[in-house]
């Protein structure tokens, strides 16, 4: 396996020789919440895991990836027993002590890769505030939204985006023990305001995600295979590693 720079797996000196390269820090970013009948909780954490050490991969010698941060924005999904949500502040928080660590050692370049979209508004939060107070470049990405294209291509669902067919896809590829496969299930749509409020409304806002989905998941789930997911985690990660040489090459 060629070498990356994983943090969780080097030893301090290893760590040292490694910054004599190193330009960027990846922070994989997931959440712990429901993901329907047939996905594990941690289902999140683990993808943005896997995809950060892929990219970390793409990049090196430039990337160094940090310990996941297995905890989200997640407030939406606390009626299903199991989720755990960090308030907004608590994740800022958590991302000015790794960032002000890091920086220590001389890294000025950090990507956020999230796999949740309700970290999106905290994040997008974090890279005004901590790109001005610690005096380095924050950045973020969706794990695989760069492959949106793929997803049209592939995917028949209007309604998808969690443990759905992209989602199971991505995890059948990349960490398949999430899924429980004898359990998949479309999700079990109620319908209601949530509609008027989702993104590419006129007006948005929040509501809990039982009033969208009995079963906590949408989508078509049975449909994913590792085919899809292999085809939309690999068109993500080619993207996001040229759009990252191109923000930290000279």
């Not at 922070?27 to 047939?38: M, T």
């Not at 690999?234 to 000279?250: D, F, G, H, K, N």
Request: charged content about 20%.
């Amino acid at each position: 396996m060629p070498v990356t720079y994983l943090l969780t797996h080097m030893t301090w000196p290893e760590v040292e020789e490694a910054l004599k390269t190193v330009k960027i820090a990846i922070i994989p970013l997931g959440a712990h919440e429901q993901h329907g009948p047939h996905m594990a909780e941690s289902c999140d954490s683990v993808l943005a895991e896997e995809m950060g050490k892929r990219l970390t991969e793409a990049l090196h010698p430039l990337a160094l990836m940090t310990p996941v941060i297995n905890m989200g924005v997640s407030p939406h999904h606390l009626h299903f027993p199991g989720t755990i949500s960090l308030e907004p502040a608590t994740l800022i928080a958590i991302l000015r002590d790794m960032v002000s660590s890091l920086r220590n050692y001389g890294i000025r370049n950090f990507l956020v890769l999230n796999s949740h979209g309700g970290n999106q508004s905290t994040l997008g939060v974090a890279a005004g505030i901590l790109s001005t107070e610690l005096d380095v470049r924050f950045m973020y990405a969706k794990t695989t939204a760069s492959a949106k294209d793929v997803m049209d291509r592939l995917i028949d669902s209007r309604l998808y985006g969690h443990s759905c067919e992209r989602e199971v896809s991505e995890a059948l590829y990349l960490a398949p023990w999430l899924v429980r496969q004898d359990k998949l299930a479309s999700g079990d749509i109620s319908e209601g305001d949530w509609r008027k409020l989702r993104p590419g409304n006129p007006i948005q806002g929040f509501y809990y995600y039982e009033e969208m989905t009995r079963n906590g998941c949408i989508g078509n789930a049975p449909a994913g295979s590792p085919e899809i997911g292999e085809e939309i985690v690999e068109t993500a990660v080619s993207r996001l590693a040229a759009a990252a040489r191109e923000l930290i090459e000279p």
